[in-house]
């Protein structure tokens, strides 16, 4: 399949821009060829998207709200009639198997659908005032133009989040994605222009990402800020909102547990969860991380499990029959080695994979790891590559506080047949999102988020569009 990779540029005040910065390339994973070039935002750029987002939220927020949900439902529509240009961009760029990145746009445009409805219940109330005719109004206002952050894991669902829910409430937003998968969320934005957004309401800027958050963060124009990344990027961003003080929603990594008990159906359950592992070569936030099976039944289940991983067809994302892709970058691919080295320095059982494939591209087989002992590395350590260890448990008291000890607790997983063990599991587990005897744990109308290290806040669902809200209280006499 021939896919030509788009022009890049900025997207400024409604409009393409040629950034002045630093020029960056655009690397396809699988071949580890240049496929596109474009040229950063420099400082005057980053003032002009600053000054386009304070006009554009003028512009924006006095839009009706139902003429803003008619254009974010456009925004959708353009979208879904996308779908397999915009899925074959998102290959080029991330990795992923063709059939995964339409997934994911579609997935895009359900969000954008989601927030288009829901931005028009952005409700108040009247309170009853203390004389007999005053009036207390409590209405919801946009919080004001949003500076978001978002990472190249999903090039567009992760800034779908974002863009949908700032505008559904009435917000500007200039959006930076990874400058590894910078055509896809570009690709959003002109949907958005096109469906009627208004000039400046929705940009994009690219650039050294310590730079770019440095400069956008502490700007007056800037009254809310949204980051999806590592903990480390996580912690930087914190650090410059809580000077202002500004709100940001964080959603940072983690490290999920599976906790999987002896009654289940084990070839059944080993098989979902090899197939739930190795989507988008293990790159996902949520990604089952941690396998704590019980001691019965740990031989049988790795075995198919390894079995199950060994079926999954390796390949560029546009070929046929692909299932997995190659990792996204250089650097996973280290991290990956070097984990699994520890872990079998350290006593792990190599059930298949275990090697990088010989170049090009960043391609790292799915590799299955068995009785990993707790002080490797990858058991505190969250992967993020398509490798998953197992380890034994005999007691569903002892393997929660194994489960939880972590400082990451974005979402966790148990399986077991039992009704009372279900519900302790679901109300033990310490996790944003929990899942009991299923992987799904998210979709537009659910909130997505974490506790602990793994961020704070909450996208999709109501408190998506909470986010981005702000309430005024209105005296009246
Ligand atoms: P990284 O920290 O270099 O970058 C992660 C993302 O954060 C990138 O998009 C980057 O542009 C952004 N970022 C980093 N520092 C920033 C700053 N100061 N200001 C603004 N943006 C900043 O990490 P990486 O090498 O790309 O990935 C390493 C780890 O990050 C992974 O192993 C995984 O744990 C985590 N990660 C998490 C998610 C997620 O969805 N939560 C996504 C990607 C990566």
Redo the contacts with the bound molecule.
Sequence with gaps: MSVTYPELSLHIGGKRLKGSGARIDVIDPATEKVIGQVSGASAADLDRALAAAEKGFGLWRAVAVHQRCAILRRAAALLRERVESLAAVLVLEQGKSLSEARGEINASAEVFEWFAEEGRRAYGRIIPDRTSTGRMLVVREPVGPVAA?????FPALTPARKIAGALAAGCSIIIKP?EETPATCLALIEACVEAGVPEGAVNMVLGE??T??AHLIPSQVIRKISF???T??GR??AALAARAPKRATL???GHAPVIVCADVDVEAVARLSAKRKFRNAGQV?VSPTRFYVHADIIEPFAAEFARTAKEITLGHGLESGTVMGPLANA?RLSAITELVADAQAKGARLLCGGKAVDGPGYFYPPTVLSHVPECAAIMTQ?P?GPVAPITPFTDLDEVIVRANALEVGLSAFGFSRDAATVNKLGSALEAGMVGINRFEISQAETPFGGIKESGDGREGGIEGLEAYLTTKTISQA
């Design positions: 952050f978002t990472p190249w894991n990874s990402p310590a770019v958050s999806t990344g590592s480390l990027g930087a961003v959603e940072l990594g936030c650097r969250e993020f």
